[in-house]
């Protein structure tokens, strides 16, 4: 039978790694999704795809670059590190040339405006050691993207919603809210995946807000966060005493004795604001 969001000029997945050798590197975070079914709703969780260049970051065997060439999307464009990987997703886009569009280089380095026409959007399936790397490049050129519709492990995942006051509140929070709306879709446990992790996945859907900061104002909230989540413990006098401390705060309408896990986004951005009035 075959896979779901098949072909009959494509060969199963499980076919795919053996005729590319394509043993899963844990050097390289990969853990492959297989079930077809589990791909398609993925693919659903980042609809509407109409008239997109999608970005796949890490497509593998690539199940789910079968299932986004399936949508409505005006192109995919996979970018993979992996040369196995490369020469496996490579014969599949022999099969559909004017609609897959593979990219032999690392997501870490890459300026992906700059390698995709917009309107784009990201869907992928992300290597849990570089994630929130990629995840941080990413937002600071939100406005770049129609939509960001990623896996993460289930932590980062429930880091990148929390809401303040919660215990997974943090500087990852307060970034991806600052610039996007973002929410978990779907959970993904672990034996989805080939060979299966130890921990859970979810996939988040990030839409980027229709205004975006300028580039010195993400880069001042990410400053302010780094110093305010540094030190959770203490309270936001002593966290921020380097940048102005007390001073800052009273500029800003917030309490010394607070701290940072109390604070909204809307707080930061205050705050972030009266750290720029005062040089």
């Known amino acids: 039978?075959?896979?779901?969001?098949?072909?009959?000029?494509?060969?199963?997945?499980?076919?795919?790694?053996?005729?590319?050798?394509?043993?899963?590197?844990?050097?390289?975070?990969?853990?492959?999704?297989?079930?077809?079914?589990?791909?398609?709703?993925?693919?659903?969780?980042?609809?509407?795809?109409?008239?997109?260049?999608?970005?796949?970051?890490?497509?593998?065997?690539?199940?789910?670059?079968?299932?986004?060439?399936?949508?409505?999307?005006?192109?995919?464009?996979?970018?993979?590190?992996?040369?196995?990987?490369?020469?496996?997703?490579g014969a599949l886009a022999a099969t559909r040339p004017a609609r897959l569009r593979v990219i032999a280089g690392?997501?870490?380095?890459?300026?992906l405006p700059a390698l995709v026409a917009g309107p784009r959007a990201i869907v992928a399936n992300l290597p849990y050691n570089v994630a929130t790397p990629l995840l941080l490049r990413w937002l600071a050129q939100a406005?770049?993207?129609?939509?960001?519709?990623?896996?993460?492990?289930?932590?980062?995942?429930?880091?990148?919603?929390?809401?303040?006051?919660?215990?997974?509140?943090?500087?990852?929070?307060?970034?991806?809210?600052?610039?996007?709306d973002a929410a978990i879709m779907m959970q993904v446990p672990a034996s989805a995946f080939t060979p299966p992790p130890k921990i859970e996945s979810a996939i988040v859907r990030l839409v980027p807000k229709a205004v975006q900061p300028a580039p010195e104002l993400f880069k001042a909230m990410e400053k302010l966060t780094a110093a305010a989540f540094g030190q959770r413990r203490k309270m936001l006098r002593?966290?921020?005493?380097?940048?102005?401390?007390?001073?800052?705060?009273?500029?800003?309408?917030?309490?010394?004795?607070?701290?940072a896990e109390t604070l909204s986004v809307a707080e930061f951005e205050r705050l972030m604001l009266a750290m720029l009035a005062r040089g």
């Open 1 to 89: 039978m075959p896979e779901p969001g098949s072909a009959p000029d494509w060969p199963a997945l499980r076919e795919v790694i053996a005729a590319f050798d394509l043993r899963a590197d844990k050097s390289l975070g990969q853990h492959f999704l297989l079930d077809g079914n589990l791909i398609d709703k993925i693919r659903r969780c980042a609809e509407p795809l109409t008239g997109l260049n999608v970005i796949e970051v890490g497509p593998g065997p690539g199940g789910l670059t079968r299932a986004l060439l399936n949508s409505d999307a005006a192109q995919v464009v996979a970018l993979e590190i992996d040369p196995r990987a490369v020469a496996a997703v």
């Open 106 to 111: 690392d997501a870490l380095k890459a300026d």
């Open 143 to 180: 406005g770049e993207y129609q939509a960001m519709t990623l896996m993460f492990q289930l932590e980062v995942a429930e880091r990148i919603v929390a809401a303040p006051g919660s215990g997974a509140y943090g500087r990852l929070s307060v970034i991806s809210q600052f610039v996007c």
């Open 238 to 259: 002593g966290a921020l005493r380097g940048l102005g401390g007390e001073a800052l705060l009273s500029a800003a309408g917030i309490a010394a004795e607070r701290r």
